[in-house]
């Protein structure tokens, strides 16, 4: 899995001018799933996501997990963060199908609603405009195999 994981001040998803999901102070998490994922891996990513300290503590060094921050989660899928850009029109076959992605996706956004998190999503295969404004700006990418 991939998981661009951006600290916000707020976020949104928009589908068919309606807003499907909407947070306040916390991550958006672009989320993309590949054909050898598993539940584990799932749950490795999850994990991770809930537990990355990229908060400011008050000595304004980033020390401060994402619950005690009182952090909301935006996770929205997102295959083509497995795109193959070798030629000039990028391929997708890393990406999970929607069979084995959908499940995954899932899994993830329950791992995190588990661990006490308010927790927004998009809808999967949607056509999707995502709004945030960045806080810091902060982003990590986190790819579940260097992890």
């Known amino acids: 899995m991939r998981a661009v994981v951006t600290r916000v001040k707020n976020a949104s998803v928009v589908i068919d001018n309606e807003t ?8 958006l998490v672009l989320l993309g799933v590949h054909t050898d994922d598993t539940e584990d891996i799932a749950k490795k990513i999850a994990d991770k996501i809930c537990g990355l300290r990229i908060f400011e503590d008050a000595d304004g060094k980033m020390n401060v997990n994402p619950s005690d921050a009182g952090a909301e989660l935006l996770i929205v899928s997102q295959f083509t963060l497995y795109a193959d850009c070798r030629s000039r029109r990028p391929g ?9 992605a959908i499940p995954l996706y899932e899994l993830v956004i329950s791992e995190c609603r588990a661990r006490g998190f ?15 404004v960045n806080d810091g700006p902060v982003t990590i990418i ?3 195999r260097e992890l």
């Open 92 to 100: 997708f076959t890393d990406a999970a199908r929607p069979d084995t």
């Open 118 to 132: 308010k927790v927004e999503t998009g809808r999967f295969g949607a056509d999707m405009q995502v709004s945030s």
């Open 20 to 27: 499907v999901g909407s947070i306040n102070n916390g991550f």
């Open 142 to 144: 986190l790819d579940s």
